[in-house]
């Protein structure tokens, strides 16, 4: 990723509607698995700044192992006291076969060119245990790409059939696929695919503030979606594909 992303999205992450939202749906899409399953170690391949990291052990309680190869990210990491860090390639685990409960990758198989995400995927498969879970975010639809799919150096976005396949090449077993950020889609089309061709501007990080209202009403849309994939259903198209899937014991 993009070196200079990073300090904004340590500035954006703890109360940025799009990251509380999509922190909310990624819950209510993973905690039905959860039951009756007991959780000791959890690895966050791509971690960033190692936030998520953070929050998954102050409020579940995991012992969360943060890992990235990017270094501006993991200092910015130190510097909140996130513990456990690791600067690693997600390609090359330097962790043993079946060591982690759950393994996460929120926004990273999208920095690989198509037909490269097999082998971070294979390295994922790797270090789950038997039975362990498999949690992956990734940008979805190649139509919704922007200035800041640009700048963060995206390289691909997904479809949740090309998302599926490759998935159960690595022996995962999947779960639960849904889209995300639904609702907001047609404001997504409208903003990537005339707005920003209009004005022709450079690419732009997208990770910035806006007014408190509508920072609020952009909210209750992904607090909505939360509810109804909290439900066990699932979105047909949105910018944001999310994935439960669980190593074959």
């Known amino acids: 990723m993009n070196p200079a992303e990073f300090a904004n999205i340590a500035a ?9 939202g999509m922190r909310r749906i990624l819950f209510g899409v993973l905690d039905p698995w ?7 170690r959890v690895l966050e391949a791509g971690c960033g700044t190692g936030y998520f990291a953070r929050v998954l052990a102050q409020e579940r309680g995991w012992a969360v192992y943060p890992s990235d ?7 910015i990491g130190r510097g909140m006291g996130v513990e456990r860090l690791s600067q690693a390639d997600v390609r090359a685990l330097p962790f043993r076969s079946g060591a982690f409960d759950i393994v996460s990758a929120v926004d990273v198989l999208e920095h690989f060119a198509p037909g490269e995400e097999s082998r971070p995927l294979s390295e994922l498969a790797r270090v789950l245990s038997p039975g362990g879970l498999l949690v992956l975010r990734t940008p979805a639809l190649e139509a919704l790409r922007s200035r800041h799919s640009q700048f963060v150096l995206e390289r691909q976005r997904f479809t949740r059939g090309r998302l599926l396949g490759a998935i159960r090449e690595c022996g995962i077993r999947v779960r639960r696929c849904t889209y995300a950020s639904f609702l907001l889609l047609p404001v997504a089309l409208l903003k ?3 707005w920003e061709p ?3 501007r450079p690419p732009a990080s997208g990770v910035t503030p806006v007014a408190g209202w509508l920072d609020s009403l952009l909210y209750s849309c992904l607090w909505a979606e939360s509810a109804w994939l909290g439900r066990g259903l699932n979105f047909p198209a949105g910018q944001t594909l999310i994935v439960i899937g669980e190593k074959s014991a």
């Open 69 to 75: 190869i990017a270094w501006e990210g993991l200092s």
């Open 12 to 20: 954006a992450e703890k109360r940025l509607w799009w990251y509380r």
């Open 34 to 40: 959860l039951r009756g399953r007991q959780v000791r």
């Open 198 to 200: 209009l004005l022709g």
């Open 192 to 194: 990537f695919r005339l």
